[in-house]
């Protein structure tokens, strides 16, 4: 069974363009999220997708945003990208979602560098 | 005060010793706890959930979790240089959303 995929693994980028990232979960798995990791403020929850309806968002600004197509694979968008945005970008794709919700297997991110 | 708080490390333990690894959470009504390992340069990978109180052992793993004190540990029992890693402490609030702690570096020592 193929697990989560990310794409591109490494990504540079220049202050003020935007990036779109890609996240395709692990077959039968219709819950997807997005998670920001930094040394300084470690692994940053961004939102939840499932079944193409957003479920939960963090404290992000509106400069980041997702989306999630019939098929459970997601995208995020980051415009007029920031020095601080650079990180590690990680997408965790579940079998369901809510309060009982099952373990996230993590893909392998996308390290992103903001110059 | 953060949504969940670990303890802070690094955490150093001689090979073969207990290590323990704490959580707290500050919302009362989260219901589910996951316990991943992410080694450096790697992604997180789960190594327990709980949901009930009390203890659920899995081979040289234990979660301890206390909901009435919204505490969640973990115990790694014989712990070996493999474990060496950072042990991130997750939480699944009333409405389904995930919070990390910002991890415990665990070192163990031959």
């Known amino acids: 069974k193929a697990g989560v995929t990310q794409t591109p693994r490494y990504l540079i980028k220049t202050r003020g363009q935007q990036v779109t990232l890609s996240c395709s979960p692990i077959s039968g798995h219709r819950s997807v999220s997005w998670y920001q990791q930094t040394p300084g403020q470690g692994l940053q929850f961004l939102f939840e997708y499932f079944s193409e309806t957003q479920r939960n968002k963090g404290n992000f600004p509106g400069r980041f945003s997702g989306r999630q197509f019939s098929n459970s694979r997601s995208e995020m968008n980051v415009s007029t990208l920031e020095l601080g945005d650079s990180a590690l970008y990680l997408c965790?794709?579940?079998?369901?979602?809510?309060?009982?919700?099952?373990?996230?297997?993590f893909g392998q991110g996308t390290r992103l560098t903001v110059v | 005060q953060k949504e969940v708080e670990q303890n802070s490390g690094p955490l150093s333990v001689p090979e073969g010793a207990i290590a323990s690894l704490n959580c707290t959470y500050s919302?009362?009504?989260?219901?589910?706890f996951f316990w991943y390992r992410q080694y450096s340069g790697k992604s997180p990978e789960l190594i327990m959930f709980?949901?009930?109180?009390g203890d659920k052992e899995d081979g040289r793993f234990t979660a301890q979790l206390n909901k009435a004190s919204q505490y969640v540990s973990l115990l790694i029992r014989d712990s070996q240089p493999s474990d060496s890693a950072t042990y991130l402490c997750?939480?699944?609030?009333?409405?389904?959303?995930?919070?990390f702690g910002d991890g415990t570096t665990l070192t163990v020592k031959p």
């Open positions: 709980i949901y009930s109180n």
């Open positions: 919302d009362r009504g989260s219901q589910s």
């Open positions: 997750a939480v699944i609030d009333r409405a389904g959303k995930s919070t």
């Open positions: 965790a794709s579940r079998t369901g979602t809510g309060q009982w919700n099952t373990e996230a297997f």
